[in-house]
Nanobody, 124 residues
Framework: VQLQASGGGLVQAGGSLRLSCAAS????????MGWFRQAPGKEREFVAA????????YYADSVKGRFTISRDNAKDTLYLQMNSLKPEDTAVYYC??????????????????WGQGTLVTVSS
């Protein structure tokens, strides 16, 4: 399974971006999926997760109310809508899939497949 993340870029504080993550195989539509991010010099951290059918979502406190995770299983694609971006949101964003679970999880160790990452830079 390959995951291809896209949609990153440079945006001013207060702006919006939408990240996408396309999966190479249809089976991913049955996996829980998530977004993580890694800022320079920091560890990779949880951002958001969604169950396989999309009925349950979880967010890190730092992005709750600003970011929205969603998925379109017909297109094998995961999304992250990011609004009201802040400079501290600057990071490489990774999408990931958990092949053993259908419910969402924030534990990084549960994810088996990872995208290559897309850089989001928020200027002040």
């Amino acid at each position: 399974v390959q995951l291809q993340a896209s949609g990153g870029g440079l945006v001013q504080a207060g702006g919006s971006l939408r990240l996408s993550c396309a999966a190479s195989k249809r089976t991913v539509s049955t996996y829980a999926m998530g977004w993580f991010r890694q800022a320079p010099g920091k560890e990779r951290e949880f951002v958001a997760a969604i169950s396989w059918i999309g009925d349950r979502t979880y967010y890190a406190d730092s992005v709750k109310g600003r970011f929205t995770i969603s998925r379109d299983n017909a297109k094998d694609t995961l999304y992250l809508q990011m609004n009201s971006l802040k400079p501290e949101d600057t990071a490489v964003y990774y999408c990931a899939a958990d092949r053993f679970r259908t419910s969402a999880t924030r534990l990084i160790g549960n994810y088996d497949y990872w995208g290559q990452g897309t850089l989001v830079t928020v200027s002040s």
